[in-house]
């Protein structure tokens, strides 16, 4: 069984032509390595409350850290939790973007992503019998709120694993423009909160992964301006077998990776959060339904990678993605 190739960046930075007033820190936080950029005289000011910010969340909503507030309603046996304002926030998020995937994004799914090994790194196949009761243990809508109390039925557990840095990029945002930042780009793992635009005015370019390429490859870029870009895709953690490729996104409905038809899914939008949850379960819907999804919603774009090796963008993006010349892929517009 192979390691896993484990891609922090799904969405590569294009940072050329930014001001000598740039400061900029690295942090390994969630799982992952994070840099945050941010220009002007509150520039350092802005970035040590978002580095606070962003230790302060991870502190509160790990799955793994037994003081945090996941860790307690996971092994509270059914019994009530109180909780503060940001797991409050993402259980509400949660529902209501599980409910617009038709349940494609689950945050009770974390039972099925260990029996996997994607949670420990001992990577196994769980055969169909084992799927199926672990699956009985999976229903976002058992997730009880009443105010700041959370009560989940025992023998569940939750994971924001889908939303978390998406919801601290956008945290993270408002902590920038409260100091007085206006021009900031912050890398989390993969997730893109940019502050305004690049301090000359122009959009930031953000280049989208070639699922299939080296981690330096990529098949376009957008420009983005005051806004989140978020991928989620095969591509970023797996295991083989006998040469199979089992990726970390599973569908709720089988317990298994999502075979949807994409390689990756990238989601731009003003809510770091919404983003986050949206790759998710836009991956696991696959081409048809997730467009389905964007023509239903007015909060979202979408770069959607085919196995086909078509990318499709949204119409909102036909004027702020380029596809690589030499990509290898076919660009579809999709309109409403």
Not at 215 to 233: K, N, Q, R
Request: proline share 3%.
């Amino acid at each position: 069984m192979k390691r896993p190739l484990a891609l922090s960046l799904a969405v590569l930075l294009l940072l050329s032509g930014c001001s000598s007033t740039e400061e900029s820190t690295t942090i390994f936080a969630m799982d992952t390595v994070m840099t945050l950029t941010a220009y002007g005289s509150h520039a350092r000011e802005g970035l040590s409350a978002a580095e606070a910010e962003i230790n302060r969340l991870e502190k509160t909503l790990s799955v793994t850290r037994e003081d945090s507030e996941v860790w307690a309603i996971d092994h509270s046996a059914g019994a009530p939790v109180t909780v503060g304002t940001d797991t409050a926030a993402l259980l509400n998020a949660a529902a209501a973007l599980g409910d617009r995937t038709g349940g494609a994004l689950d945050v009770t799914l974390y039972p099925v992503v260990k029996a996997w090994g994607f949670t420990t790194g001992d990577y196994r196949i769980p055969d169909a019998e084992e799927l199926a009761d672990l699956l009985t243990r999976v229903d976002d809508h058992a997730v009880h709120m009443d105010g700041d109390t959370v009560t989940l039925p025992a023998g569940m557990e939750l994971d924001f694993g889908a939303l978390a840095k998406g919801y601290a990029g956008e945290q993270c945002a408002s902590l920038l423009k409260e100091a007085g930042v206006t021009s900031a780009i912050l890398n989390l793992g993969g997730n893109v909160q940019t502050v305004g635009a690049k301090p000359d005015g122009s959009p930031w370019r953000v280049a989208v992964q070639d699922p299939e390429g080296e981690s330096e490859d990529y098949v376009g870029w957008l420009e983005l301006t005051d806004e989140a870009a978020v991928t989620s895709g095969g591509y970023q953690r797996y295991f083989e077998e006998n040469g199979v490729r089992y990726w970390h996104i599973i569908d709720p409905d089988t317990g298994a990776p999502a075979r949807s038809g994409l390689l990756s899914a990238t989601i731009v939008g003003k809510s770091g959060t919404a983003c986050d949850g949206l790759s998710t379960g836009l991956f696991v819907l696959g081409p048809e339904k997730a467009l389905d999804c964007w023509r239903q919603s007015d909060d979202f774009e979408a770069v959607l990678i085919g196995e086909d090796h078509t990318v499709q963008i949204t119409a909102g993006l036909a004027d702020r993605f380029t596809l690589r010349e030499d990509s290898g892929y076919t660009l579809r517009i999709v309109e409403e």
